[in-house]
């Protein structure tokens, strides 16, 4: 078993430029999960779906944050446009429907 | 949760010892609490988790202790290892049917040779 694949593994980019960040979940995981972890901290939920639906996108900076679910399996988070301070770890889980998560090894986000 | 930037708590035990990583949680509603392994570069790796239900629950050389009272989750690492080094964090949720997990502050672990 593959386990949760993320990419790009790392990512530099100037400010106001737009970035994706992609997550392949493990087969047959229906809930995925989209937090954001800074430096020194633990991780922060951005975004969870149940299948293709978002089902707590309340800490989603929607102005400028979007994440789509196409077919319920992959998922796409982008920034647009990237700001100095969304340098972080962007980390992809999927699990079934309990909380005993599955971690991607995430996408180092670097904005200069 | 709280924000502690980049000063994380440290524990630095020696080698072949037991060690102790220890968390305060905020929701006196929470009832179900995970411990993560987190190693440099990688996501967090789940270790052990424990519902209300319980105040003790042990794993292969892991053991969970819950004291619901005072809200306050400890993990404790029997015989540690090298390979134990690595930030660890606690989180809690709610149970509802789908489960939201919120982490708490981690903690370093720093094993000796």
């Known amino acids: 078993e593959a386990g949760v694949v993320q990419s790009p593994r790392y990512k530099i980019i100037e400010k106001k430029q737009p970035v994706a960040f992609w997550c392949n979940p493990i087969s047959g995981h229906n809930t995925l999960y989209w937090y954001r972890q800074n430096l020194g901290q633990g991780p922060e939920l951005l975004i969870r779906?149940?299948?293709?639906?978002?089902?707590?996108d309340s800490q989603l900076p929607k102005d400028r944050f979007s994440a789509e679910r196409l077919k319920g399996v992959d998922s796409t988070l982008k920034i647009q446009p990237a700001e100095l301070g969304d340098s972080a770890v962007y980390l992809c889980?999927?699990?079934?429907?309990?909380?005993?998560?599955?971690f991607g090894s995430g996408t180092r986000l670097t904005v200069v | 949760g709280e924000s502690v930037g980049l000063h994380l708590p440290t524990l630095s035990v020696q080698e072949g010892d037991n060690s102790i990583i220890n968390c305060a949680y905020s929701?006196?509603?929470?009832?179900?609490f995970i411990w993560y392994k987190q190693e440099s570069g990688k996501g967090p790796q789940f270790i052990i988790d424990?519902?209300?239900?319980?105040d003790k629950r042990q794993g292969q050389r892991v053991t969970v202790l819950l004291n619901k009272t005072v809200k306050h989750l400890s993990l404790q690492i029997a015989a540690t290892q090298p390979g134990d080094s690595a930030v660890y964090f606690c989180a809690e949720s709610v149970s509802g049917g789908y489960q939201k997990v919120t982490f708490g502050t981690g903690t370093k672990l720093q094993v000796i040779p």
């Open positions: 929701n006196s509603a929470s009832d179900y």
């Open positions: 424990i519902r209300s239900n319980m």
């Open positions: 889980a999927s699990s079934l429907v309990t909380a005993s998560y599955t």
């Open positions: 779906y149940e299948n293709e639906e978002a089902v707590d």
